[in-house]
């Protein structure tokens, strides 16, 4: 049977599903909250609501990003919280040069790293280990309208594990953590026009691992990424 190919500029909005669920907050409310520079500041200080509201902003995304680069929900937790553990021992040498958000992504991103290279030396687990102590996703009663949804992400997980940390990192930072290509550069340690030619090649490669047909499509297909200015710090 004939697959249409998957545009590529559909591919953004499918690697940002996972933040969908998150709540959103009122307008009065945003207001209220304090810049993230303000509440390092009173963190550093010593302050503990402060810094438990930094992390509470802070933790769906780098959950986000753990899981898209791990590709697996219990390895995306333990990174996550390493990275917590990480951002509050860390935070007295924050200097605010960057953002905190590209701080706290770059840590993310390491203690994905660090949990894929922990995975690797892990034993292989026997069919009974499997049987009791598998990672089971909790029961959902609205599962029967989101089978397509899942299988999407189940397709979209098995791409990006095709894709090397060469080009799966700057694309999941780049659509997950929604970083502009001077702050992936900064958490990457690469050039902006490297992080550039990367997230291109890496979402074409996305786009003919999701569709076999992807690879035979017109130009017209190729999604353009326009700039963004930089964020100030």
Not at 160 to 165: C, G, H, Q, W
Request: proline content about 5%; charged content about 30%; glycine content about 6%.
């Amino acid at each position: 049977m004939h697959q249409e190919p998957v545009p590529r500029r559909h591919l953004r909005n499918e690697l940002r599903s996972d933040l969908s669920t998150t709540a959103a907050c009122s307008v009065a409310a945003i207001a209220t909250q304090l810049a993230d520079h303000e509440l390092v500041t009173a963190a550093q200080g010593g302050d503990r609501g402060a810094l438990d509201q930094l992390l509470r902003r802070h933790y769906d995304r780098v959950h986000a990003v753990c899981r898209r680069i791990t590709g697996h929900d219990a390895d995306a937790a333990d990174a996550a919280q390493d990275a917590m553990i990480a951002i509050v021992r860390n935070l007295d040498r924050f200097d605010g040069r960057s953002s905190f958000g590209t701080w706290a992504y770059r840590i993310a991103t390491n203690a994905s790293l660090d949990e894929l290279r922990r995975r690797k030396r892990r034993p292989v687990p026997t069919s009974s280990d499997d049987d009791e102590h598998s990672y089971r996703e909790p029961a959902d009663p609205d599962s029967g309208a989101r089978v397509e949804a899942i299988g999407d992400h189940l397709a979209l997980d098995a791409a990006l594990r095709t894709l090397s940390d060469e080009f799966r990192l700057p694309v999941v930072l780049r659509d997950v953590a929604d970083l502009d290509y001077a702050e992936i550069a900064e958490v990457l340690d690469i050039p902006a026009g490297t992080v550039k030619s990367r997230i291109a090649r890496g979402r074409a490669a996305l786009a003919k691992a999701l569709s076999p047909q992807a690879g035979h499509a017109d130009d017209g297909n190729q999604r353009t990424d326009p700039e963004r200015p930089s964020r100030a710090p």
